[in-house]
């Protein structure tokens, strides 16, 4: 069945230092979302791409979807302690087709 | 607030119980999905509701159900519990249940089994 994988589980970081996550499928996908969910938290909506080798970026978050649409990864530049939490992909193979969830990348941020 | 709201917040049971979750999704969304998260775990997609009807099937245990009622709620039943089943149980939303859709999260029904 379709398998979708991050890397790393966890990351510590200092305060100011960058932070990536890496998803992969096992299968090509339709599209791929990233949802940010703080310790204590429920899963958050961050972004959508749809488009192979589509970059798109949000203030210091740079999200990318590879050209054969079976990875992304999310780069974080200069952490901050608000970014803290765990980091999900998710995707699917059809638009109508179930979304699955990676295991996530949990981040902490040193001060 | 996301809009999604679950019920309980907590639920602490004995093993061999049932017990129902309840969730009523964002005002205007038609479609629900059920979530499970174990501690260290990533969200284990259970089963997706669609206008009443059952859209896509995760791994979902067979000793667990669920219904999507005419007013759109959901509902998980959780039968015959064990200690595993000590989990997050999230409920998300979204319009129409396609997979282009952002889903919107519940905060989610802490699960102890005891």
């Known amino acids: 069945g379709q398998q979708v994988m991050q890397i790393p589980q966890y990351q510590h970081v200092q305060e100011g230092e960058d932070f990536t996550t890496y998803c992969n499928s096992s299968t090509t996908l339709s599209n791929i979302q990233w949802y940010k969910q703080r310790p204590g938290g429920h899963p958050v909506f961050l972004i959508q791409?749809?488009?192979?080798?589509e970059v798109k970026k949000q203030k210091r978050l740079t999200f990318q979807f590879g050209e054969a649409k079976k990875n992304s990864s999310l780069h974080i530049t200069a952490t901050q302690t608000t970014d803290v939490g765990t980091y999900f992909c998710?995707?699917?193979?059809?638009?109508?087709?179930?979304?699955?969830f990676g295991p996530g990348t949990s981040l902490s941020v040193i001060p | 607030d996301s809009g999604v709201t679950q019920t309980p917040k907590h639920l602490i049971t004995a093993t061999g119980q049932r017990v129902t979750l309840r969730c009523s999704p964002r005002?205007?969304?038609?479609?629900v999905y059920w979530y499970q998260q174990s501690l260290d775990q990533g969200l284990q997609f259970l089963i997706q509701y669609y206008n009443g009807e059952e859209r896509a099937k995760g791994n979902i245990l067979e000793r667990f159900s669920a219904q999507q009622f005419p007013d759109l709620h959901s509902e998980l039943n959780l039968s015959s519990l064990e200690l595993g089943d000590s989990a997050l149980y999230f409920c998300?939303?979204?319009?129409?249940?396609?997979?282009?859709?952002?889903?919107?999260f519940g905060s989610g029904t802490q699960l102890s089994v005891l």
């Open positions: 998300a939303s979204s319009v129409k249940g396609a997979g282009n859709e952002k889903l919107f």
């Open positions: 005002s205007g969304d038609l479609s």
């Open positions: 998710a995707g699917e193979k059809t638009s109508y087709d179930k979304v699955i």
């Open positions: 791409l749809v488009k192979s080798g």
